[in-house]
């Protein structure tokens, strides 16, 4: 079982950046493959990014290609999300979510294990 709990969400301005963090807890990291997923009002829960666990490997959605950066410290626990170029239609409840899958997998379904959200919302 680990326990994660994201961080750092709050209201910026269009053009702003913002680091959310996810901090587990329970067993090591370095263990999961681990993601970020956002959930907008009224809308389906979505894929943002992805990484492997060692940080080499990062996947991204095409709408947050070249904006959003994942990174990871194993040392630390922690798998962070750097926001930059915040857009509108980035507001949303940010999860992080961690998967036991040695392969690669943007999928929700395949993630075992979800923290509560952290929202960031992003001013017009």
């Known amino acids: 079982q680990v326990l994660l709990v994201e961080s750092g969400g709050r209201l910026v301005p269009t053009g702003g950046s913002l680091r959310v963090s996810c901090a587990a807890s329970?067993?090591?990291?370095?263990?999961?493959?681990m993601g970020w997923f956002r959930q907008a009002p009224e809308k389906e829960r979505e894929f943002v990014a992805a990484?492997?666990?060692?940080?080499?490997?990062?996947y991204y959605a095409d709408s947050v290609k070249g904006r959003f950066t994942i990174s990871r410290d194993n040392a630390k626990n922690t798998v962070y999300l750097q926001m930059n170029n915040l857009k509108p239609e980035d507001t949303a409840v940010y999860y992080c979510?961690?998967?036991?899958?040695?392969?690669?997998?943007?999928?929700?379904?395949?993630?075992?294990?979800w923290g509560q959200g952290t929202q960031v919302t992003v001013s017009s």
């Open positions: 979510a961690a998967t036991l899958l040695t392969r690669t997998t943007l999928s929700q379904r395949d993630y075992n294990y």
């Open positions: 329970g067993r090591p990291l370095s263990r999961y493959f």
């Open positions: 990484i492997n666990w060692s940080g080499e490997d990062t």
